[in-house]
DNA sequence: GCGGTTTGGTTGAACATTCAACCATCGGGG
DNA sequence: CCCCGATGGTTGAATGTTCAACCAAACCGC
């Protein structure tokens, strides 16, 4: 027998929806500008800065799959688009016949480093601008919070 | 000549970092909720909550896009989909001969009453249950300056 | 070392979103 | 009244994402 819904009350209800609405538009806003300047989408620099943060500028699949926050499967895909492009190569590891590396190739460096002060920039001005330190620190107890919760579930 | 970069210092790296998770994860996971409990992405939910919300259950295309955080174009191949499954149909409107008007089908509400408290219980259960009332306070605050922070500018 | 399960990764099809081009109508200024 | 720019909306192609099916190699127990 099922409990009964536990509906949002209306300050709930109004935090919910300032929540997705800016969210959305934050997100909008910041994947757009890095489209417009960079010609990529906001899940493939997030694969790029990954590999040029891991040692070697290289990782395995499933490890960069886990760090960009990608399923394996659009992780391949994006690669695939990636390797395209020529900032992404991929080479058999050596321990593992099963695996894949994926490795940062100079070029796909450059394009990373040329990407990267605009979009600070627009994570800067569309979110930090706005904030005073107070909310910053309440927005990474909140989000350092839910993500726990999410993951530990 | 270009300013130098505002980048980002550790706290605020670690909080953007744990923003981006945070939504990721979140948004992810309730959209394979809806997803799995009753075939519909998150986008698709948002158009059905706020043609149900509006007068008569109907809203000019322009707007349902607008209060559905959509582009038009966006709005109108979702509504073609929406359509088909009989949960929305489309009528001319009367006082401009351009325009269409999206009204929710008896079967629509239905699906949305269905849907419903599977996905409130989801909001809950990921969300709210995991903050404090401070911080559910704090997030709504924090939402509602971002959300005035990038429409207006 | 054999057979079954798990892990790593790819693939193709279905679905969703974006972008630019497009058409029709509306509305305002000569 | 006519023209012209702005508005409302759709379309098709290109791009991304998801889902399920799949293959191969690794691991595990015996």
Redesign the pocket.
């Known amino acids: 027998m099922a409990a009964m819904t536990r509906w949002l009350d209306p300050d709930e209800q109004r935090t919910w929806r300032a929540y997705l609405t800016a969210s959305r538009v934050l997100m ?1 806003t910041l ?2 500008e890095l ?2 300047d960079s ?6 620099y997030e694969i790029l800065v990954q590999l040029s943060e891991a040692p070697g500028r290289q990782l ?6 886990q760090a960009a926050g ?12 990636l390797e395209a492009a020529g900032w992404v190569r ?1 080479e058999d ?1 050596p ?7 994926a490795l940062l190739t100079d070029e796909g460096f450059a394009t990373l480093a040329a990407a990267a002060p605009g979009h600070v920039e627009g994570v800067r001005r569309h979110l930090f601008d706005a904030l005073s330190p107070a909310q910053v620190d309440q927005l990474r107890r909140i989000s350092e919070t839910l993500a726990d919760h999410l993951t530990g579930s």
Chains 1, 2 share one sequence.
Request: hydrophobic fraction near 25%; include cysteine.
């Open positions: 909008d994947d757009r489209q417009r010609g990529m989408p906001h899940a493939y395995r699949m499933s490890q960069l799959a990608s399923s394996r499967s659009r992780l391949s895909h994006a690669v695939a688009r991929r590891c321990t593992d016949r099963r695996g894949q590396i």
